[in-house]
């Protein structure tokens, strides 16, 4: 039997997956009168809406955030659905927008994709903006991952594969990986992956606005959230291979935290052989130049670089910046010893003292804005 919080992601993967509120509740048969219709899609809100209640969670703050989340997609796609009904567009074929079949259009077998405007560049691909044109509102907001030289498609599939692997794990941690929706192969042969769209920003940009640094306080909560979601990568034979700055994006306003590009991930280096897949020159540990096998300590080293970053001082020399408290700077530093035996091994049990370190130097939590 599937355990609770299984069963909370299944239902949030599916949300997630859903463009419109059609995806959610389902198309009727013809001839369904809208008395029948909203009962039918109450009856799978109620459903849902008790596998998603936070109140199920009372003792654990992740999986309650997690229900909170799955929560207020359904509540939206359910408030849709009746306008919808109301209106009489409800089961309606969506319609497509009149570029549809521009350059910029994509078509799979599943669905048909726009590309708005260029992103951002990353090592491989470019990632673009774009909407689902089945989708509607916030729904449809989409990227495109677009490889730029076919050589790199087997990366692309690695960070497709390991991607589904994370999310079919039984872990709260789900709400900080990408989520992928889709993928297609251009007539040129390049792969393309077609994802959520986070409402947030990459560390680069963070620092773009925070150019001496982000308050050290708001280290606690990224950090915190990035250690979770390492251990749990990690407790599925996982490594990232490539923690750096342009891999960490935050939301602000609820201070999510999502760790990105798995296209360098490693998967269980003790039984596959798996060795790295790219030296990162400013954040990787020592052990990925000597070409040593990967460790999940190597994560973890890539990590502290960029909360290093983040804090506006020298990921290269672990210099912080004065005002950084000097119980923090010491646990950071505990993540950059050269020799991996030294250094932190454990994102979870790290991720515990983390906790504790903010209780001694900030006392109860508390929940402080953070501004972009
Ligand atoms: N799902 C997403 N939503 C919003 N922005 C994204 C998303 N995925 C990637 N990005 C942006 O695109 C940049 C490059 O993406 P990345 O996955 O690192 O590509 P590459 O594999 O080519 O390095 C990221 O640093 C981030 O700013
Ligand atoms: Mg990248």
Known sequence: MPSVIAELNQVLASLKDAVRTEDVFGIPAAGTSS????????????????????????????????????????????????????????????????????AASIATTRRHYRIEKALAQGDLATVFEGVCEEGEGEAAKIVIKLVEDPADNDLMQNEARIIKLLHAGEGVQTKHLPVLMDDFRTDDGRIGLVMRRIDGYDLHSVREKYVKGIPPRHIIWLFRRLLSVLGYAHSQGILHGNVDPAHIMIRPSDHNVWLIDWTCSIYKPASTGQGFRILNEKYSAPEVAEKKPPLPSSDLFSAARCMVYALGGNPETAEMPAEVDERIQRFIRFFLKESPMQRAQDAWEMYGMLDDLRAEVYGPHEFIPFEM
């Open 35 to 102: 008395d029948e219709l909203r009962a039918t899609i109450k009856k799978t809100f109620l459903r849902l809406s008790q596998l998603t209640d936070p109140d199920l969670y009372p003792g654990d703050a992740d999986a309650k955030e997690l229900a909170t989340e799955a929560h207020a997609l359904l509540q939206a796609f359910y408030e849709q659905a009746l306008s919808k009904v109301q209106s009489g567009e409800y089961g309606r074929a969506p319609q497509r927008g009149a570029e549809a079949n521009s």
